[in-house]
Antibody, heavy 119, light 104 residues
Framework: EVQLVESGGALVQPGGSLRLSCAVS????????MSWVRQAPGKGLEWVSA???????YYADSVQGRFIISRHNSNNTLYLQMNSLRTEDTAVYYC?????????????WGQGTMVTVSS | IQMTQSPSSLSASVGDRVTITCRAS??????LAWYQQKPGKVPKFLIY???TLHPGVPSRFSGSGSGTDFTLTISSLQPEDVATYYC????????FGRGTNVQI
């Protein structure tokens, strides 16, 4: 069964760090394009970061220089290292697979993990 | 690229034809997807390539457009269609519209 399961969300103070994980089953994280998408409370969806099958990485301007996307092939897991967190980073973070037949659209989503940045 | 959705919300009756518009600030060819998100739930993939229905999506949903102007149409609104709908461009950057809340 194709499934994405996020973990790692927590309450963290401004300026702090957090690492999110996304356990992938049913396909290989290294063979597909993967992204993180977030949704602030009561707001819309915002793409955060992507990692391609060739390992190249991309970031939204709002997180460039603070967040790092990576993957671990042996345990088939996607990660998002979040540093220098700000209150505006508060959101549910989803990992999502990019649709292999039309890359850039997201066909599989995890259930999300909540990150709250507050003092 | 900015994606502008309209309206931001709408209310319609069961059986009505509903149309949501999405406009891109520059041409994105047909690199547009639509998602449905019910309250408290994960977004669901509906349409890609502006007009191709993802398998399992009811045929009352359809998409059209190319370049800068796109539409999502629900031909006969059902109670289970109450949700927020998002468009998303992916021609160069991945950008979502702000969403359209559909109510009965």
């Amino acid at each position: 069964e194709v499934q994405l399961v996020e973990s790692g969300g927590a309450l963290v103070q401004p300026g702090g760090s957090l690492r999110l994980s996304c356990a992938v089953s049913g396909f290989t994280v290294s063979g597909d394009y993967m992204s993180w998408v977030r949704q602030a409370p009561g707001k819309g969806l915002e793409w955060v970061s992507a990692i391609y099958s060739d390992g190249s990485t991309y970031y939204a301007d709002s997180v460039q220089g603070r967040f790092i996307i990576s993957r671990h092939n042996s345990n088939n897991t996607l990660y998002l290292q979040m540093n220098s967190l700000r209150t505006e980073d508060t959101a549910v973070y989803y990992c999502a697979r990019e649709f292999p037949w039309d890359l850039g659209a997201f066909d599989i989503w995890g259930q999300g993990t909540m990150v709250t940045v507050s003092s | 690229i900015q994606m502008t959705q309209s309206p931001s919300s709408l209310s319609a009756s069961v059986g009505d034809r509903v149309t949501i518009t999405c406009r891109a600030s520059q041409g994105i060819r047909k690199s547009l997807a639509w998602y449905q998100q019910k309250p408290g739930k994960v977004p669901k993939f509906l349409i890609y390539g502006a007009s191709t229905l993802h398998p399992g999506v009811p045929s009352r949903f359809s998409g059209s457009g190319s370049g800068t102007d796109f539409t999502l149409t629900i031909s006969s609104l059902q109670p289970e269609d109450v949700a927020t709908y998002y468009c998303q461009s992916y021609d160069t950057v991945r950008t979502f519209g702000r969403g359209t809340n559909v109510q009965i």
